[in-house]
């Protein structure tokens, strides 16, 4: 069946630093992923979406580039900030309405 | 502008006793409307979805039910609450064009269940 990883559930760096989140999905459909961000207390909000091979897209300084030979999805930004500790959801689209969402991984920023 | 309203914001209920959560999308016409569960820090688990009124899908058995009584309100509801039902309730629309649509999510009910 449909399915999302994501292999680190914490991930603690300094402010300035690079950071890379990794997510691998597997699925017998064309896939739509997404990366939501879920700030403590708040619901999630999108921050960024592809489902073409090998684009890059970007927002907020954050980017994602969907690899489909290798099922990947990683986030990645070049340097954090201590506003980008969250919780960092990537999720497939089955394009049946079903959405499945990966465990989640704990972006900690420290100064 | 769209507006997505759940309630109540919280709940503290008894195990055994019946549940109603509800979720209001104003501004934006017949939209696809999700029901998530998340435990605390954990991740979200998608629940029913609807593209219409009258008609919901169950994605998974939680003991839980759902209902879409009118374009703008979903519906979440169990006769007979579980312990494994506390978390966080999250209500998402997203617009009815396909399935690479960014889904909004309302602010949530957190439910405990004692």
């Known amino acids: 069946g449909d399915s999302v990883t994501q292999t680190e559930g914490l991930v603690t760096l300094t402010k300035g630093l690079p950071v890379m989140l990794n997510c691998t999905y597997q699925?017998?459909?064309?896939?739509?992923l997404f990366w939501y961000v879920q700030h403590l207390n708040e619901a999630p909000k999108l921050l960024l979406k592809s489902s073409t091979d090998n684009k890059r897209t970007e927002h907020q300084g954050f980017y994602a580039t969907l690899h489909k030979s290798s099922s990947s999805f990683h986030l990645q930004k070049s340097s954090v900030q201590l506003s980008d500790s969250a919780l960092y959801f990537c999720a497939l689209s089955d394009g049946n309405n079903r959405i499945f969402f990966g465990d989640g991984t704990q972006l900690v920023v420290k100064p | 502008a769209q507006t997505i309203h759940q309630w109540p914001v919280a709940e503290i209920k008894a195990v055994g006793s019946p549940l109603s959560l509800g979720c209001t999308i104003k501004?934006?016409?017949?939209?696809?409307l999700y029901w998530y569960w998340q435990a605390t820090g954990g991740t979200l688990q998608q629940l029913f979805y609807s593209i219409t009124v009258g008609q919901v899908e169950s994605v998974v058995q939680l003991n839980l039910s759902a209902s879409r009584p009118k374009d703008d309100q979903f519906i979440l509801s169990t006769e007979k609450l579980l312990l494994s039902h506390s978390g966080f309730y999250l209500c998402?629309?997203?617009?009815?064009?396909?399935?690479?649509?960014?889904?909004?999510f309302g602010p949530g009910t957190r439910l405990t269940v004692l």
């Open positions: 699925t017998t459909y064309s896939p739509f």
């Open positions: 998402a629309w997203s617009q009815d064009w396909g399935n690479y649509a960014e889904q909004f």
């Open positions: 501004g934006k016409s017949s939209p696809n």
